[in-house]
């Protein structure tokens, strides 16, 4: 299974994108694609039209909700990564991502190679 960070969602529906590209070869190979119920959200914060968000959902499908041991992990991420401002919420994808067995497919790899120590992988776009 991979997971899609927000940025990655964000610029796959724009068509013909690198990450346009690379989401149609994973759903082609029968790659089973996810997003957590806190990427979900952060998508949703927009802007948005109603065709993009549609058809964000119908490649998503289901959030998989944030439960207690990802919660968790993601405040130990937090604390180990030196409690740095406005990284919670990665610290909260990456962890619903390692708690699934998932690998992550974002842009912004910089921001989550530091959440290799603790089991996340990244996607290879």
Known sequence: MIHLDTSFLIRALGRGSLEDSVLREWLSAGEE????????????????????TA??????????????????????????????????????IAAC??????????TNQADFRRFAEAGLVLAEA
């Open 97 to 106: 991502a390692v708690s699934c067995g998932a690998r992550l497919a974002t």
């Open 55 to 92: 058809l964000a959902a119908e490649v998503v499908g289901d959030p998989l909700p944030l439960d207690a041991a990802a919660a968790a992990l993601a405040a130990e991420l937090y604390n180990r990564c030196g409690r740095r401002r406005g990284s919670m919420l990665d610290c909260f």
């Open 33 to 52: 694609i996810g997003i957590s119920a806190v990427a979900w959200g952060e998508f949703l914060c927009g802007p948005l039209g109603p065709d993009e």
